[in-house]
């Protein structure tokens, strides 16, 4: 749960939505390490093990201050984001590349017949 639900009279919100899909990036991506907001803490402390982006995506999802969160729209143009669908793209490439190769092995043992 977001920590400004926590206080008296304050309802969810698209921030406090925000909160828990870090939660759940953050467990994602660290299933061994409990989500845990200190009283004092501004943010949850997020392990350095990873990649900057995602770091930099989860200290921004799991702030404190729901205003600075950010958006949903602003959470997806994240260069983590960026940085697994270019992943996904490259595999598709590579094979796009392996059935051309394929292709012309198989062009190539027909022209030698």
């Known amino acids: 749960m977001a920590p400004e639900l926590f206080d008296a009279g ?3 919100s698209y ?3 925000m909160w ?6 953050f467990q994602a991506n660290f299933p061994n390490v409990p ?7 501004a943010n949850v402390q997020v392990p350095q093990d990873r ?3 995602l770091r930099d995506l989860l200290e921004r999802l799991l702030a404190r201050d729901s205003a600075t969160r950010p958006s949903a729209d602003e959470a997806l143009s994240s260069s983590y984001f960026r940085i697994v669908v270019a992943a996904d793209e490259i595999k598709e490439s ?3 590349l392996d ?15």
Do not use: T, Y
């Open 51 to 53: 990649d900057v982006a």
């Open 99 to 113: 059935a051309f190769r394929e292709i012309l092995r198989l062009v190539k043992a027909s022209a030698s017949r």
């Open 35 to 41: 989500v845990f907001l200190a009283p004092k803490a």
């Open 15 to 17: 921030a406090s939505d």
């Open 10 to 12: 304050q309802k969810p």
């Open 20 to 25: 828990s899909f870090g939660v759940c990036l």
């Open 94 to 96: 590579a094979a796009s």
